[in-house]
């Protein structure tokens, strides 16, 4: 009967102390999920505070602040995407009939017209091998035709021309679009149309996607900058967190030019 009860007594302990374990082992482990959370919110927050602050600088700059209170720190980094080739909006998918501008002279001004070589050759990228022309009605319709309306000159005697490109054959016999040239890939992404322009004294290409909608990607020497890239790492204890903001240049004023669609040169 001593065995039975010594023997009852220790399952008893051993039952008492893998709880009481499993429950210790379980806090620790709430505890330490508790403190990578608020460590990965505080990098987090810190990579946004590197955000708000970048987007009241005009330069190209590094920004490094830390904050006492919680022991974040945050590293922003503002470039410039100055190229000879940018994806339009920094790769962003741009919606049918919605304005892409492309920068051929210095923003906010318009200094600097672009032609480093006299006339130069602006080439505007879009479009998928997937795309699907249906012809009408629309609503199918996945494959865009664009229209690029390009100011020159100067802003106080700007000149206006507009051309027009349509990928789908059925429609070209309907609008008189010119017809377009292969795809080639723009900073590693792949498209199947393309169209050549010349340009001299430019100020500003609007690219306007219709029909459908299309990622768009332009090519031109020495292209002056299109915009800034923001990239903020925050980091709290051991938790890094990164936030990577394109920031555009405002649209240029209607006025600045007559928005007409389907106006082939």
Known sequence: ????????????????LVVGLSFAVRTIQTNRMTSVEDSSQRAFSAAEAGIERALVETDEIIIVDRFDNNNSVYL????????????????????????????????PDYTNPWSPLGFSNLTIYWGSVTDNCVGIPEVNNTMAAVEVILVS????????????????????????????????IVKGKNFAYSATISVKSGLLARVVPLYAGSYIGVRGTRLPPQGKLITSIGKSGGTQRRI??????????????????????
Not at 88 to 101: T, V
Not at 244 to 265: A, Q
């Open 244 to 265: 990577i903001s394109f920031r555009g240049y405002p649209k240029p004023p209607i006025e600045l030019y007559p928005f007409l669609i389907f106006s082939p040169k």
């Open 153 to 184: 000159g100067t802003k106080a005697v700007p000149k206006i021309e507009h051309f027009a490109y349509d990928p789908c054959n059925p429609r070209r016999l309907l609008n008189n679009f010119s017809n377009v040239l292969a795809g080639g």
């Open 76 to 107: 922003t980094i503002i470039t410039q995407i100055l190229s000879d080739e940018v994806l339009i909006d920094n790769g962003a998918f741009i919606l049918k009939d919605g304005p892409a501008d492309v920068w051929l002279s210095d923003y």
């Open 1 to 16: 009967m001593r065995g039975q009860v010594l023997l009852i007594s220790l399952l008893v302990m051993t039952v008492a």
